[in-house]
Every structure is written in C-alpha cells, then in structure tokens.
C-alpha cells in the first residue's frame, strides 16, 4: 500500500512539474512580447523594462522558470490585464462556484448513472434495459450546452420554475444558492450520467456472470443482496476509474455550463479572457485546472484502493 | 436429432473469414443498418451540400430576418440577418463532419504509434505514460482555450484541440489490444522466426488491432463533433460568417425571445449525427466481439 | 460394505428423471435427459463423464441454481420435499443451508474484495441468524475445521492471500457452515495440485464421517472417484449410462463408454511410456432433441443397428442389484458370467 502511494506521488508530482513547463513554454509562445502583454494601457520602453525586471523577463529561461514556480506556488498568478485585480483573488470568487457546479453534478450523474446500470444489469433482455440503454446513448451524444439552452428557454422562461441565470454565494442564502445551481448541474451531470451507467452496465454484466456471484447465490443469498454486497462492490472498482478519468470532460463541461447559465465562476471567466486576451488569466487557468485534474486523480486512486483490497493490502496477514 | 456443435474443426464458422461475420451480424441488427444508412445520407449531403443548398451561404435579406420555418422559400426560415436556415445547417453539418473526421486522424496519427510502442516496447511505457497523464491533466476544452489565445481561434485549432485531448483514449486502447496480441503464439513464433520489431508490428499487430482502433474511432467522433459544437458555440470554433451548428445556436440564444425555435434545429442535427455515430459504434463493437452475445 | 449402508441408510436425496434444456439462438439444447439418482445419508457418490456431458448442469438443478431460461423438468426431492419448481424463497433457504455447493475454481468462485471471514460469516448470518461477531466466531472454527492453520489470522485475509487448496478449503468451510445435509462438490480438485487434491478429497471424507454428510462429487477425473466415492454414475450426453458400487465399476465395467474412460486413464502398474492411453475417438455430442438411440453409437466399436434404433434403458444390463448399464451390447457380461 505504502509503495502504490509512493509510486503514484512520485507520478503525480512528476505530472505536474511536466505541465507547469507546458504551460510556462505555451505562455513564451504567445504572439508579441510578454512585456507587451503584461503591460496593459502603459507601454513605455520605462515601464516595459520594469515589467521586464520584475517579471525577470531579462534572466535566462531556467532562471525564468524557478522564478516562475517561485511564484506560482505563493499563489501569485500575477495581475489581470484588464482589471487590474490580483488572478488569485479572482480565482478565489470564482472557483467556489465551479466546484460546487461539480460536485453536484458529480453526485447526480453517479446516483442516475449507477442506478440505471444497475437497473440495466439486472433486467437484462427486459423493456428497462432496453430503455436505460436508449437513455444514455441519447445522454452520449446531445450536446448539453444546448440542453441547458432548451432548459432555460422552456423550463425557466416559460415556467418560471427555476431562474434563468444569476447566481446565489451558498453562504449567502443555501436555499436560494440550491435553486440557481440546481438546473445547470443536472445539464452537467447528464453526459456524466450516461458514461457512468455504460460502465456501469458492463461491469454488472461481467460481475453478475462471475463464479462468486454463483457462489453468493447458492449460499442462499437474496437477490438484492447479491447485486449489492457482490456484484456491484466489484463493479465500483471499475466505474470509480471512469469517474476518474471523466474529470477533464466534466472540467470542460462546467465551463459551457457556466456561459450559458451565467453563473459567476471558473468557466466565465476563462471565457471572458479568452476574448480580451487577458493571458495572466489565461494561464493561471489553464495551470489550475491540469494541478486540481492532477492532484483529484491523486485520490481517486486512493479511492480505489480502499475499494479494491487487492491493492490496499499487501503481503500475507499470517 | 440434430448435432449442433462438434468437433473443433469441422465448425460450421471453417471457411467463414471473420470479416464476413461482422457483416453478416452488422446486416442482421437493425439498429446498424438504421444508423449507417443515416450516416450515409448525411456523408451525401455534406459532400453535396455546396450543390444541394438551396441558397448561398452568406446571402443576406434584411427584409425578412428570423422567419420561422415553413415561409415562403425558406423551408427552415431565416436568422438573424436574413440567411436560409436550411443551407446553414446542412453546410454546418459538413463543418460538424470535416472536424470529427480531423480530429480522428490526428488523434489516431499521433496515438496508434504511440499506443503500439507502449504496449510493444517495456521501456517506453513508462515514458508514454507520463505523457498520456500529461494530456489528461490539459481538458479539451482548456486545450481549445491554450491553442486560442496562442494561434487564434478557427476550425483547424478546433479539430487540433480536439484531436489532441483524444490522444490519451487512443493510446490506451492500442497498447492494451498490443499487450494482448504480444502475449498470442503467432506473435511469439514470429519473434522467434528472427522477425524485426518493427516488422512484427506492422505486419502482425497493427492489422489485429484495426478493430479496436475501429471502435475507438467510431465513437470519437461524435465526441468530437459535440467538441466542435461547444467550442463554436463559445466562440472558439468555426469562426462566422463561416457556417457552424454551434455559432447557429449561440445566435439563437440572443434572439431566444424573437425566435425560440432557432434553438430547436441545430441541436437536433448535432444530436442526430452523435446518436448515428454511437449507434453504430455499438453495433460495430457486439459484431467484433467475440462472444458475440452481448448487446 | 459401503453398498450396504447405502441400501440401508435413509434416502437423502432422491432424483427422478430429471431432464434440463436451454433455449438457445440456434434452437434448444438438451443438457440433461431422464437422470435418476438416490443419495443415502452420509453416502459420497461420484459423477463423471467428460466435459459437456450434463453433469455440472445436473449439479447445478438440483438446488435449482440454473439461469432463468432452463427448462428443467422431472422431481428433485430433498427429504421428501419437491424443489424442481418449488418458490424461489423456498429454494433459498434450502441452498446454503441444507445442500451446500464447492466450485471448481476456488479463486475466482470467491469475492475478491471481502475477507474470507466476511464471505463464510455471511451464510451464517442469513440461514442461523447470527450477529456478525458471532458469525466472524464460528467462522475461525470452521476454518479450523477445514484444517486451516492459524484461523483466527486468516479469517481476515482476502481470497488472493491465499494459496488455491486454502481457498477451496475457505469454500469448503463456507459450505458445510450451517452442517448441510447434501454438498454438491463441481470438480472440487481440478484446479489443484495433485498434493493439494489429496487433502482437500481428505477433508470431504472427515466432514462425511464427522457430520454426516451426503457428497456427490462431480468430476472427469477417475482418479478422484477411486479416491473417495462409495458409488458411481456414469454421465454420456445427459444421460447416465452407468451406474454402480466403486469396485464393481472398476473391476467389471460394462457400458463400452465407461470401459473407453477406465482406458482412456493411466494405471498403476501400466508404464506410461510403453502403454499409450487410449482415447474414445471424437466428442460428446451437443443435442437439440435427444433421439431414441444410443447416443453414444457413433463413438461405439460394437454399435450396430439396434444401437441406432433404439435407446438402450438403463436396467438393459445388470450385474447384481446395484449395477446397472444402458448398453445393448455390455462389454463385460461374458467375463462377468465366466467369472461366477
């Protein structure tokens, strides 16, 4: 156990360093002078020289580079063109909003997803195969940007059932903030959701075909408890990596989420940036989301572990 | 009485090559013969559509902007500046069509090198791994974002971001099929036989693992239709006037309240050409499988 | 002596013409045709055939542990009890209880992901109503029991800690937990070295003797049968095509199917080297209806016509009371009567 961990922070680490120069080399291959672009509004030779010297635009690359990570890891994104404000205290405001976009999401794809694979498993050959199957491959393949499009058109301007767009701080007013978010992330959480039961599905399907399963119900076991104590704690192992591995769609999907349904958070402002060309910003993003993919993957990976003894336990008990 | 199974050998499968077997099980399911015929008419219509559109793409009428389908000379009514719906889409499915198929090859290009090499090659697991991790860590749409602001938004960065988040599924699926194949005794007896690596991968592995590389591009593409949808639709994509699915819906969200079935359209094509993509690309997978029964 | 407890002892389990067929893509395919079977009290009879001859699914019938679509017919009675059609809640708390299955393959037939004690606990917890601490308990006995070595340490090990022959003694100690009455044993050594194969056939005979214990024991391997069974029967393309006392079967055998298996399996004394094994050409049909004909008149060196026509019955040939072959043409009847 101590040495699977070992070895996947050693990967992790590695990984990240790896995408800090990605991103470090992608930031020197933006069109015009970095200084220029730091600059903002006063482009002075005086003011690009300092921007040059703070930045250490005038030391050798590795040097750069060290300075680069210096920074970063003090959590100093440097200063957006545009506003003037510090990247860190923006992310602070919008990544709150993101991560709860997420999880929820997260948490209704698995419940729908598993439920469903489950569902689809067991009634094998039945009309509630058929139709869950049906379900996610329609889940796979709508686009759920327009979705959340046809959701606000006909759900929330017609009915007026949920708001069409604004956002709610959870702090502020839970039951407001749930109202706002609820809708975009079951928009999110369905593309999710269909991946999870086809996993889900499979794996059932090879778990219920097992011996074991053979041996659980000829111990006398009830079906429900064969599906859940057997069936599905094996199949988990398996749907836990889908999840893991879903993560950058689900990073991509809240960005899209976020646009249409206006809240406040990571993907809005990514977005924005883009378009004014706000490249501290830019690149703070782009590090973030490859060091949170990294770092949750991290645990998914321990998740797994604790799901699969064959990992977390190593060597013979006696 | 009626033997049904007997000696190996004598199998009623002897003389049938397994591609005639697919086929004959692709023929037989419904759900594929539906999905390639819808496939096939819309590869038509995007390779006709400069032809078959009723209207020039970028032809404007001021006088009747958003008209809702069924008007007179506009099956599908207008947009906003008065061009025909009808032509937008079909021309905008091509674009749809032109970067799923981009982002396939460049996906398949870089990735099967790279999946046989891992799965070949003990010591350039390791390393390609380490690179896959570093895909991973990049979303696709982050990559879109990256390629953006350095070289500028258009339909080639689209399909390249696209093309390159989709790297990590090829690799894996490849170098688990080379594994497998690598472990096979006519791989072994062709080592054995003083074969080169490089002749053992071109000659016996890569030939066995086109059905999985197959698969894995059939359900790509949809994927990286929807991809090329999201990245229109914020902007990132296909630039206007040039037609796209995704800048058609993100016009139709501006004039949502004037025009709400603007938004209908569109996404039905995008759905429609991602369901026949995936239907087909289950169907494809049961008829390889070997098994066989699992739909 | 073993013949005559079984004629005396009580009848366990009782199988009459039992038929089982599946319906497949291609048409229906009779697994099982007319098998019937007595099992006494604390009695070990042993099932061969090759693989593909209906004794697994005969095995799996009986406590009605076939997927959905079987289509089983004829009377499996446990004590006098139906089960061939009995409720599904009335099954279970047969299985696991009063007949107790072992798998032949001991890794995969156990939950990778929970502790042996977890999976033997489990049967006590449903069938006796045990606590789980309670049940953790009685597991290390019957690990114990089983001759496991430090029990009270392996009751937390998971399966793939385990060496093969522990883990069918896990299984075995899973299935006699709540003291059955039948184990059905699915070729319990197949798996298993053949020093491994020695004990675990030790530790069935210990049950027998201990709990009583009505075992039938179902395997291709004669060895095994030699080993350890007081009867057996002969399964041929879902048929029992013989049926007899251990040393009668060995010595007389008298359907040619069972003289081609005793051929077809070393001897001692028969050096490997200068005697090849004989093989019975070809294999066990798979059979859609099954026909009014010996089935195994292809295979057959003395078939003929009759063999063709009609299907020999099980009584055709009998040498004593409990010796019994569908052949037309017994191999062993003029030694036999010879010999008397």
Same mark, same amino acid.
């Not at chain 1, 041996?215 to 988990?236: C, D, E, I, Q, Y």
């Not at chain 1, 192992?237 to 990571?266: C, D, K, N, R, Y």
């Not at chain 2, 390393?127 to 895909?135: A, E, G, K, M, N």
């Not at chain 2, 991809?227 to 004039?255: D, N, R, Y």
């Given at each position: 156990m101590a040495r699977y961990l070992l070895t996947r922070a050693w990967q992790s680490a590695l990984t990240l360093l790896l995408s800090t120069i990605v991103v470090f080399v992608g930031v020197r291959a933006l069109p015009g002078d970095p200084a220029l672009a730091l600059a903002g509004e006063d482009r002075s030779p005086e003011a690009l020289d300092a921007i040059r010297r703070h930045y250490g635009l005038d030391q050798p690359l590795p040097v750069?580079?060290?300075?680069?990570?210096?920074?970063?890891?003090?959590?100093?994104?440097?200063?957006?063109?545009?506003?003037?404000?510090?990247?860190?205290?923006?992310?602070?405001?919008?990544?709150?909003?993101?991560?709860?976009?997420?999880? &929820?999401?997260?948490?209704?794809?698995?419940?729908?997803?598993?439920?469903?694979?489950?569902?689809?498993?067991?009634?094998?050959?039945?009309?509630?195969? =058929?139709?869950?199957?049906?379900?996610?491959?329609?889940?796979?393949?709508?686009?759920?940007? =327009?979705?959340?499009?046809?959701?606000?058109?006909?759900?929330s301007v017609a009915t007026g059932l949920f708001p069409a767009s604004g956002f709610v701080p959870l702090l502020e007013d839970p039951v407001d903030n749930l109202h706002h978010i609820v809708l975009p992330a079951?928009? *999110?959480?369905?593309?999710?959701?269909?991946?999870?039961?086809?996993?889900?599905?499979?794996?059932?399907?090879?778990?219920?075909?097992?011996?074991?399963?053979?041996?659980?119900?000829?111990?006398? *076991?009830?079906?429900?408890?064969?599906?859940?104590?057997?069936? &599905?704690?094996?199949?988990?192992?398996?749907?836990?990596?889908?999840?893991?591995?879903? *993560?950058?769609? &689900?990073?991509?999907?809240?960005?899209?989420?976020?646009?249409?349904?206006? &809240?406040?958070?990571?993907?809005?402002?990514t977005i924005d940036a883009v378009f004014q060309r706000d490249y501290p910003v830019i690149q703070a993003v782009v590090l973030l989301t490859a060091a949170a993919y990294i770092v949750i993957n991290f645990f998914v990976d321990l998740l797994y572990s604790v799901i699969d003894p064959r990992i977390r336990v190593t060597g013979d008990p006696a | 009485m009626t033997v049904l199974t007997v000696p190996m050998a004598e199998t009623g499968t002897a003389g049938i090559t397994r591609r005639t077997r697919v086929l004959r099980r692709l023929r037989r399911n419904p759900l594929a013969v539906v999905s390639f015929v819808v496939l096939a008419l819309a590869?038509? /219509?995007?390779?006709?559509?400069?032809?078959?559109?009723?209207?020039? /793409?970028?032809?404007?009428?001021?006088?009747?902007?958003?008209?809702?389908?069924?008007?007179?000379?506009?099956?599908? $009514?207008?947009?906003? %500046?008065?061009?025909? !719906?009808?032509?937008?889409?079909?021309?905008?499915?091509?674009?749809?069509?032109?970067?799923? @198929? @981009?982002?396939?090859?460049?996906?398949? !290009?870089?990735?099967?090198?790279?999946?046989?090499?891992? $799965?070949?090659?003990?010591?350039?697991?390791?390393?390609?791994?380490?690179?896959?991790?570093? @895909? %991973?860590?990049?979303?696709?749409?982050?990559?879109?974002?990256?390629?953006?602001?350095?070289?500028? +938004?258009?339909?080639?960065?689209?399909?390249?971001?696209?093309?390159?988040?989709?790297?990590?599924g090829v690799i894996r699926v490849v170098r688990s099929d080379t594994?497998?194949?690598?472990? @096979?005794?006519?791989?072994?007896?062709?080592?054995?036989?003083?074969?080169?690596?490089?002749?053992?991968?071109?000659?016996?592995?890569?030939?066995?693992?086109?059905? !999985?590389?197959? /698969?894995?591009?059939?359900?790509?593409?949809?994927?990286?239709?929807?991809?090329?949808? /999201?990245?229109?639709?914020?902007?990132?994509?296909?630039?206007?006037?040039?037609?796209?699915?995704?800048?058609?819906?993100?016009? +139709?969200?501006?004039?949502?309240?004037?025009?709400?079935?603007?938004?209908?359209l569109p996404g039905v094509v995008i759905m429609g050409l991602a369901l026949a993509f995936n239907v087909f690309g289950d169907a494809l997978r049961d008829a390889l499988d070997p098994k066989g029964d699992r739909r | 002596m073993t013949t005559a407890a079984a004629s005396t002892a009580a009848i366990v389990l009782e199988m009459r013409d039992l038929s089982v067929s599946f319906p497949t893509e291609t048409g229906t395919v009779s697994a099982v045709d007319g098998v019937s079977l007595d099992l006494a009290a604390g009695e070990i009879v042993g099932m061969v055939g090759e693989s593909g001859c209906g004794k697994s699914v005969t095995g799996m019938s009986i406590a009605g542990l076939l997927p959905g679509s079987a289509r089983v017919s004829g009377s499996v009675r446990l004590n006098g009890t139906e089960l061939v059609g009995a409720r599904e809640s009335a099954l279970r708390r047969v299985r696991g209880r009063e007949i107790a299955y072992i798998f032949q393959e001991p890794m995969t037939s156990l939950n990778p992901v929970l502790t042996v004690g977890r999976q033997i606990g489990e049967v006590l917890q449903i069938h006796e109503r045990m606590s789980r601490r309670a049940a953790r308990v009685r597991a290390i006995d019957l690990l114990t029991l089983v001759g496991i070595p430090s029990a009270a340490h392996r009751v937390d090990a998971y399966p793939h800690q385990l060496s093969g022959g522990m883990r069918q003694r896990v299984m075995i100690a899973m299935a006699v937990a709540c003291g059955p009455k039948v184990l059905v044993a699915d070729e319990p050594t197949t798996a298993l070295d053949v020093t491994v194969q020695a004990g675990i056939l030790q530790v069935l005979r210990d049950l027998r003797d201990r709990l009583g214990t009505s075992i039938l024991i179902i395997t291709h391997d004669l060895g095994v049968i030699a080993d350890i069974a007081d009867r057996v029967v002969v399964m041929y393309a879902g048929r029992v095509v013989e049926r007899a006392p251990i040393t009668d079967l060995f010595a007389h055998p008298y359907h040619?199917?069972?003289?081609?298996l005793l051929s077809a399996s070393p001897k001692p004394g028969r050096h490997a080297s200068t005697t090849r094994l004989a093989e019975i050409p070809g294999l066990v049909p798979v059979l859609s209806t099954q026909p009014d004909a010996c089935t195994f008149a292809d295979r057959c060196p003395a078939a003929d016509a009759r063999c063709r026509d009609s299907a020999p019955p099980l009584e055709v040939a009998r040498g004593g009371p409990d010796h019994l072959a569908a052949c037309w043409h017994p191999c062993a009847t003029q030694t036999q009567e010879a010999n008397r």
């Open positions: 750069q580079f060290a300075q680069y990570v210096e920074r970063v890891a003090q959590g100093d994104f440097g200063v957006s063109i545009r506003t003037g404000t510090p990247v860190s205290s923006m992310l602070t405001t919008a990544l709150p909003v993101t991560v709860e976009l997420s999880v &929820l999401a997260i948490v209704i794809a698995s419940v729908l997803g598993i439920g469903a694979g489950v569902l689809a498993a067991v009634r094998r050959g039945r009309p509630a195969e =058929w139709f869950a199957n049906a379900l996610a491959l329609i889940g796979l393949s709508v686009p759920h940007f =327009w979705l959340g499009l046809l959701a606000i058109l006909y759900l079951v928009i *999110l959480g369905t593309g999710l959701a269909a991946i999870i039961m086809r996993q889900t599905r499979s794996a059932m399907l090879d778990s219920l075909s097992s011996d074991y399963v053979r041996t659980a119900k000829a111990k006398g *076991l009830r079906p429900r408890a064969v599906v859940t104590r057997h069936a &599905l704690r094996n199949s988990l192992i398996v749907v836990v990596t889908v999840v893991g591995l879903q *993560l950058g769609g &689900l990073i991509s999907g809240a960005v899209v989420t976020e646009q249409i349904f206006g &809240l406040p958070g990571f993907g809005k402002m | 590869a038509v /219509v995007a390779l006709l559509s400069p032809w078959l559109a009723p209207y020039s /793409v970028d032809q404007t009428d001021f006088a009747r902007t958003l008209a809702p389908p069924g008007s007179a000379g506009h099956l599908l $009514g207008t947009d906003d %500046l008065g061009r025909d !719906v009808l032509s937008r889409i079909m021309l905008g499915a091509r674009a749809s069509l032109q970067v799923g @198929l @981009l982002a396939v090859a460049t996906s398949l !290009v870089i990735g099967v090198p790279l999946g046989l090499a891992a $799965g070949y090659f003990r010591a350039w697991d390791a390393v390609i791994s380490r690179f896959t991790d570093l @895909l %991973l860590a990049f979303p696709f749409l982050i990559m879109a974002v990256g390629l953006a602001a350095i070289r500028g +938004a258009s339909l080639g960065n689209a399909a390249v971001a696209i093309g390159i988040a989709q790297i990590p594994l497998r194949l690598k472990s @096979l005794d006519f791989v072994a007896a062709a080592v054995v036989d003083g074969a080169s690596d490089l002749w053992v991968l071109a000659r016996h592995i890569l030939p066995n693992a086109t059905s !999985v590389i197959l /698969v894995q591009a059939t359900v790509a593409i949809p994927a990286a239709i929807l991809g090329e949808a /999201v990245l229109s639709f914020l902007g990132l994509g296909i630039q206007p006037p040039a037609p796209s699915l995704g800048t058609m819906l993100a016009t +139709a969200q501006q004039f949502a309240a004037r025009a709400p079935w603007a938004a209908v | 040619r199917y069972t003289a081609g």
